[in-house]
């Protein structure tokens, strides 16, 4: 390395529940040969996402400078997933959440602010550093602390030279983790494979014999309550509310419909309240037990909780504008944006395929996470949120192939309530 050195910091957090048990991992790269020179982890107990990343990236850069700690006119390039800590650590987001200044401060205090850059890339070019971070979270949940001699987070390092004179990477990430692109790779390989089969449809209604039944998910949002006539942001920051009368007919209506058609073989709900309800309605009516998944949860919109559009455009309106325009933004005061919900959900997914492969589950949850599922499915973009319409106790259904891909069959159906 050259006398002034360059480093490459890629950094990582997560918690599972958010907050939930949460860990942190980054890893030291040399940008010329791709090679990574040190790592850190740290299960870090009860989190945010938000927190846990910071606590990454201040780990990161401890790492780095201790490699040269003499070296006044040592330069670090930091690449992480996070779009919050990239745009709130380059000065162009304003640092509004009391848990995230602290260590905002902590990590400017570790080299000075021209000494490092900052740059967006996609979760899956963060492979390393979100392996470390797992692998932490894995130790805690065994109540041990992560020890670099158990770690594989290198097998899923490419280790490619990482130039630092390119522009930082720009845009939306892709959901490489979704299943549209799991099904667009499985048919690439077969077609790479076997061209003559090119002519047998693979998608949708078309899926081939052999693949079995579908894992079937039938979608319910929630019922009303109190905040859902007037269109104020309930997510799974605020207030938790119950259902109204309203909503508990809404409720009884779709056990009946459900009930009548004898499908349903199980029922998954988010852990909010209203969808509890929502859901304990329809188990008593066809007998099953309800299972809670945290990652059915609503989208926690922060600060904006219990406001109309129309408010949350007074007050936070720069906020707001940014957040329409851009996955990677959550909402004022710390929330979540919709790429985290759109990660944490296609998590829940893929555990509840796998769980359920060949069933028919009721999934009970908000507008959010159906949205992302149905827009997963299609392949659409991020953008597709804000075109979809989804009624309370409406009723979507999305169902899941064995090799990968889905099927779209319902959205937004509201004939039971009539």
């Given amino acids: 390395m050259p006398a002034s050195h360059q480093l490459v910091v890629e950094a990582d957090g997560g918690s599972r529940g958010n907050p939930g048990p949460a860990g942190y991992g980054a890893v030291v790269i040399d940008p010329e040969t791709g090679e990574p020179l040190a790592e850190a982890a740290e299960y870090i107990g009860v989190a945010t996402n938000n927190v846990a990343e910071y606590k990454g990236l201040i ?52 080299l000075p602010a021209a000494a490092v850059t900052y740059e967006w890339i996609p979760r899956a070019e963060n492979k390393h550093a979100d392996r470390l971070a797992n692998e932490a979270m894995d130790a805690g949940k065994r109540g041990e602390q992560w020890e670099p001699s158990s770690s594989t987070a290198a097998l899923d390092a490419a280790s490619p030279a990482v130039p630092l004179d390119l522009p930082p990477v720009t845009g939306p990430p892709g959901d490489a983790a979704a299943g ?98 929502t859901a304990a309605a329809v188990a008593g ?31 936070y309106g720069s906020d707001l504008t940014a957040w329409l325009a851009s996955p990677d933004v959550a909402p004022t005061g710390g929330g979540e944006s919709f790429t985290e919900v759109a990660e944490r959900v296609s998590a829940a997914r893929d555990r509840l395929i ?54 779209v069959r319902l959205l937004n159906d509201t004939s039971h309530l009539r």
Wanted: aromatic share 6%; charged share 25%.
């Fill in 59 to 110: 780990a990161g850069l401890r790492a780095a400078k201790a490699l040269f700690p003499s070296d006044a006119a040592l330069r670090v390039h930091v690449r992480m997933d996070s779009k919050l800590v990239v745009e709130q650590m380059s000065g162009r987001w304003k640092i509004k959440h009391p848990d995230m200044k602290p260590l905002a401060a902590e990590a400017a205090r570790v």
């Fill in 180 to 277: 549209a692109a799991k099904a667009r790779a499985a048919m690439a390989s077969r077609t790479t494979a076997a061209p003559a089969a090119a002519s047998t449809p693979r998608t949708g209604w078309g899926a081939a014999p052999d693949l079995g039944a579908p894992a079937t998910f039938v979608l319910l949002r929630h019922g009303e309550t109190v905040l859902t006539p007037e269109k104020r942001f309930s997510g799974s920051g605020g207030t938790d509310p119950e259902l109204s009368a309203v909503g508990r007919g809404q409720a009884e209506h779709a056990a009946r419909a459900f009930a009548d058609r004898g499908t349903i073989q199980e029922i998954v709900s988010s852990p909010l309240r209203r969808c509890r309800e």
């Fill in 285 to 315: 009516r066809l007998g099953l037990d309800v299972r809670i998944d945290d990652g059915l949860r609503e989208t926690d919109f922060g600060a904006w909780e219990g406001l109309t559009f129309a408010e949350v455009r007074e007050r």
């Fill in 354 to 407: 796998a769980r359920h492969q060949g069933r028919t589950v009721l999934l009970v949850t908000h507008v959010t996470p159906i949205k992302t599922l149905v827009r997963l499915a299609l392949g659409a973009p991020p953008e597709s949120l804000f075109r979809m319409e989804l009624s309370a106790a409406s009723v979507s259904a999305v169902a899941y192939y064995a090799d990968g891909n889905a099927s």
